[in-house]
């Protein structure tokens, strides 16, 4: 009796051990087939001149803001570290020195400098300036904007509207009524359909033909390209990525190949990593460490898009510098003190990274307003400066 309940309680246990090699050999197995080969974004044959453009902003990011990232991430190089191409803009505005998100991104969307806090409109008497994103609308591109702050916020609104001051945000949300974006990712619903002026600007783009949805799922949107959207992702401000963020790189992906069926033309998408420059203005580490990275993995998804597209050009790079960002010494000499010297702005020089068709327009020192006049130039546009 003895012997047989021995011989059973052998082959119960040899048995439960082939279950469980079994289940790790398909959950290996798994797990390599859903593994995707690793893009070599280095070895990439493209276009001559790109039919795309993507320009990423980080809100805020400097030089040393980038440094930061690299030292933290520890392991693998970042995106930043993968690109071709470096260059330096000068950022000051028109009127002052150290210059604003608002004035930062009219130089990118119009090419011309001008006041602190105004948004798409020129000095002296703030007549309104066509944007790129505007210009390529009218040309047949398609067009969009992904961004981790309101869509009113100063830098998507130089895109698309034209107003004298970045405060009047109900004002600027009246603007994208005007221009025809094929797709907007943001937060902020509730400056489009909770109003001082009661207008619902919700039922208004959905009578344009939007697709309008709420929330970060992505569900339900025409990824077919065949009708136009709106994803609100947030009734305000959508959080930080410390505090679980994490749409930017998803909405990034889903936008590119949104656009690339949308219109054989081509397109220009603008993603802002908005909430760098939060994090500098506070002075939290924390919260920049998780900006950045989060950015630098949104960077990744548009170059690994470009990569695998062969036609089109992506452009990093920040409006402005914010916090006197500095890595400073310590007694563990392989380590740094991440350091602020300010709470606000700076005039420090920001970088710009170039991959893809015409990279190589981007390197060198030059004035922010050149940005809009490389990108033209890169699709084989116009320059012409009246």
């Known amino acids: ?34 593994r995707k080969p690793a893009i070599d974004l280095q ?20 030089i040393a803001h980038v440094s930061a990232h690299i030292y933290w991430k520890g392991v693998g190089k970042t995106s930043f570290e993968k690109f071709p191409v470096v260059g330096f803009h000068k950022s000051h505005a028109y009127d002052y020195r150290v210059t604003d998100s ?9 090419g011309q400098k001008t006041t602190l806090g105004a948004i798409g409109v020129l000095p002296p008497d703030n007549q309104p300036c066509p944007t790129i994103l505007e210009d390529l609308d009218r040309q047949g591109f398609a067009t969009g904007m992904v961004t981790t702050c309101t869509a009113t916020h100063a830098t998507p609104a130089c895109f698309v509207a034209h107003r004298e001051l970045r405060a009047l945000t109900e004002e600027i949300a ?71 963020r994490d749409y930017l790189p998803r909405a990034t992906r889903l936008a590119c190949n949104y656009l690339e069926k949308r219109s054989e033309k081509g397109f220009f998408l603008m993603v802002e990593g908005s909430q760098i420059d939060w994090a500098s203005h506070t002075n939290d580490r924390n919260w ?91 699709l084989g546009m116009s320059n012409d400066r009246q």
């Open 1 to 34: 009796m003895k012997n047989r309940v021995s011989a059973s309680y052998n082959r119960g246990f040899a048995f439960r051990w082939i279950q469980i090699a079994l289940c790790g050999f398909l959950s290996c197995y798994s797990c390599a087939q859903s």
């Open 43 to 62: 070895a990439v044959t493209f276009s001559e001149r790109p039919k795309n453009i993507i320009l990423l902003i980080g809100d805020g990011m400097g």
């Open 102 to 110: 608002a004035a930062g991104a009219t130089a990118f969307a119009c």
């Open 174 to 244: 009246l603007d994208f009524l005007k221009t025809p974006l094929d797709c907007l990712i943001a937060g902020g619903e509730n400056l489009f359909n909770r109003r001082y002026d009661n207008l619902n600007l919700v039922d208004s783009l959905r009578q344009r033909g939007y697709v309008v949805r709420r929330g970060v799922g992505f569900n339900n949107l025409p990824q077919d390209g065949s009708r136009p959207f709106v994803n609100f992702t947030h009734e305000m401000e959508p959080p930080t990525a410390s505090a679980g």
């Open 288 to 378: 920049l460490r998780a900006e950045m990275a989060d950015f630098d993995k949104t960077v990744q998804a548009a170059m690994e898009f470009a990569a695998a597209n062969g036609e089109t050009l992506v452009i990093v790079t920040g409006d402005h510098e914010c916090g006197g960002f500095a890595l400073t010494q310590t007694d563990l000499r392989k380590q740094f003190k991440p350091t602020f010297s300010t709470k606000v702005h700076t005039a420090s020089m920001v970088p710009v990274y170039a991959y893809g068709p015409q990279a190589q327009l981007f390197s060198g020192v030059y004035e922010n307003t050149e940005i809009y006049f490389k990108m033209r130039l890169a």
